[in-house]
């Protein structure tokens, strides 16, 4: 799974942890609260693992909180990566969901 074109909406540093994102964008883009997930800042070059918690639904909320807070600032387009270990008969029939978000993150297309 990929997130494209994601934006931060807000930054928490004082918090245990993690990105918030859209209750909605996990439901569409199939991430569990709790899964780990990859997220590369477009602005600055920051790569960081972190897990997902779920926002409020449908504000497009894309927040990060605790330490990876000091690794974007708001309005930092980013993107958000999800990986899953597949059989080999898995991979055959495999198919990488990439979600595709406008400048308010709002969901425009998605891709499998």
């Known amino acids: 799974m990929k997130i494209h074109g994601a934006r931060v909406t807000e930054t928490l540093l004082h918090y245990e942890g993690s990105i918030t994102l859209d209750e909605e964008l996990m439901e569409k883009a199939g991430i569990l609260p709790g899964e780990e997930l990859q997220i ?3 602005n600055n070059g920051a790569r960081f693992t972190t897990y997902a918690i779920p926002g ?3 504000s ?3 927040c990060l909180n605790g330490p990876a807070a000091r690794l974007a600032e708001v309005g ?3 993107l958000i990566l999800g990986y899953a270990l597949l ?3 898995e ?3 495999h198919k990488t969901r990439y ?3 406008d400048e308010k993150n709002r969901i425009v297309k998605i891709q499998e």
């Open 40 to 42: 590369l800042n477009l």
């Open 99 to 101: 979600i595709f978000l």
């Open 76 to 78: 930092d387009k980013i």
């Open 91 to 93: 991979i055959e029939t």
């Open 87 to 89: 059989t080999e008969k």
């Open 56 to 58: 409020k639904k449908d």
């Open 60 to 62: 497009g909320i894309v």
